[in-house]
């Protein structure tokens, strides 16, 4: 297992899978906002709604308005919110979250998701990751799993320490207004102020040399 640091790998076209809308901002939005300062194209792809079911339609148009502007910070091309209930991915076959996931962007050099190998990781995470592999295998690519993880945890696969742009991602995180200041979520992600993430290389089909970015 390598563990260096680096710029973000050389990608023209991103495809970002994530389970839930914080998950983009929170969890990715770091190296989401390196990738586009690096010049790539970028669209993201939200399963779900939110982490917990909510009935009510204006909360959910509120995330959705919400995630619009914080990918816009991050500087992403498009996001793709899907209607999928919260917890219930489960229910959808593998080939047809993979395949809903391809409809935002086909041909994408390399899929960016969360990490959920480790035992206690929320089960969308873990679908949600599941389904990435199985759309990046279908078009060969290569698969980037954010991980707080380090070392032997990551099962001797190759490990990225790339730089992040920290302050589009607290622009990003701003616009989650329906998320309380003092929420779980938020205090956590306030506890990762380094200027650097792990990825780890989850699959491996194209590859990926380091380019200059422009994040100083």
Known sequence: MSNYVRPVPAVRALLVVCAHPYDATFALGGVIAAFAGAGTSIHIVC?????????????RLDRARDLGRATRQLGADDVTLLGHPPGALALTSLDALADEILAARHNADAILTVDATAGDAHPDHVRAMRAAYRAAAKQGSTLYAWTLRTGQAARGRQVLVVDVDRERQRAATACHTGLPADDPLRRSWLRLQDRTERLVVLRTERTAAPVVTRNG
């Open 47 to 59: 399963l779900t709604h939110g982490r917990t079911p909510d009935p009510r339609p204006r909360r």
